[in-house]
């Protein structure tokens, strides 16, 4: 993914995008960090997830950063809850 600069409006769209991902994940899991790459494809958003002790990141990608950030929303569930279940099964 390309690291380079955002802009100030997409930087915004970044903090909103990590809050709306946030209250979906509820006490599942923290949003830790999001980056936004863009290539000939379209755009990629990438979520660093923490559930206890365990971090992993999801990407969701659209043409859009609206459907990247759409596609994140869906790909992150199955992940963040499986992580919280194996936690329940550690405990």
Do not use: K, Y
Not at 3 to 14: G, H, K, R
Not at 30 to 35: F, G
């Amino acid at each position: 993914m390309d690291a380079s600069p955002i802009d100030e409006p997409t930087s915004q769209f970044l903090a909103a995008a990590a809050d709306d991902l946030q209250r979906q994940l509820g006490i599942a899991g923290d949003v830790e960090m999001m980056w936004v790459g863009q290539s000939p494809q379209g755009v990629t958003l990438r979520a660093r997830i923490r559930v206890a002790e365990q971090e992993f990141e999801v990407d969701g990608s659209g043409e859009t950063i609206l459907l990247a950030h759409a596609d994140l929303c869906r790909r992150v569930v199955e992940p963040t809850l499986a992580s919280a279940f194996r936690q329940v099964l550690d405990a």
